[in-house]
C-alpha cells in the first residue's frame, strides 16, 4: 500500500517556473515506480513523466522533455517535478501516481499504476 500526495500547485507566469512535490509513504518503496500525470479541463488525463524504483531511468513525454525534470529520495519518501519554461498548456491538475515495479525502467501508462493523489492545480497566465 502506498499513500501519495501532492504539494506545491499554483499560478505561475508564462515562462516561469515551479517545483511540484509528492510525499510517497510506503513500506520499500523502492519497490515502486512512480510518475506524474496531468489533466486539463475537457482533456484526458496523460502521462507527464515517470521514474523507475532506483531513480536511475526516467522517462518524459514528449511535450515537457527538457522543460520538466523528475527526481525521486526513496529515503525521504518523496517525489519531485522541477518544471521549466512553462506554457499555457502545461496548466492541469498534477497527480503523482505509484505502481509497483517490475523491471530497472518505468512505463507512462496509467494502468501501471494503483496509487493516485488528489492532485494539484498548476495555472499558468500571461
Known amino acids: 500500500q502506498v499513500h501519495v500526495a501532492e504539494t506545491g500547485g499554483g499560478l505561475v507566469q508564462i515562462g516561469g517556473s515551479l517545483n511540484l512535490s509528492c510525499i510517497a509513504s510506503?513500506?520499500?518503496?523502492?519497490?515502486?515506480?512512480l510518475g506524474w500525470f496531468r489533466q486539463a479541463p475537457g482533456k484526458e488525463r496523460e502521462g507527464v513523466a515517470c521514474i523507475s524504483w532506483s531513480g536511475k531511468y526516467t522517462y518524459y513525454a514528449g511535450g515537457v522533455k527538457g522543460r520538466f525534470t523528475i527526481s525521486r529520495d526513496n529515503d525521504e519518501g518523496m517525489l519531485y517535478l522541477q518544471m521549466t519554461s512553462l506554457k499555457p498548456e502545461d496548466a492541469a491538475a498534477y497527480y503523482c501516481?505509484?505502481?509497483?515495479?517490475?523491471?530497472?525502467?518505468?512505463?507512462?501508462?496509467?494502468?501501471?499504476?494503483?496509487?493516485w493523489g488528489q492532485g494539484t492545480e498548476v495555472t499558468v497566465s500571461s
Open positions: 501516481a505509484a505502481g509497483p515495479s517490475n523491471g530497472a525502467e518505468c512505463e507512462l501508462e496509467s494502468y501501471r499504476f494503483e496509487y
Open positions: 510506503a513500506s520499500g518503496l523502492d519497490d515502486y515506480v
